[in-house]
């Protein structure tokens, strides 16, 4: 079974010179679980998915990989 892209929150980081380390400090999360979210080997709950968005001032839209064009 191939790995689903569902989130672009290593996307996002990239684009604002942040890392993965970053981002667990803020969220106060290990750094396992949030590089599982980044490379969408887990995927963050809604309300996980919120505070990313909030912490990196984004859209919550703008973490999740379109469905459609």
Known sequence: MSK?????????????????????????KSYVVVTNYCNNNAQPS???????AYILDVDV???LVKTKP
């Open 4 to 28: 689903v892209e569902a989130n672009r929150i290593k996307e996002i980081l990239n684009e604002q010179g942040r890392s993965q380390a970053w981002l667990a400090e803020k969220l106060e």
């Open 46 to 52: 809604i309300e996980v998915l919120r505070r990313i």
């Open 61 to 63: 839209r703008e973490l």
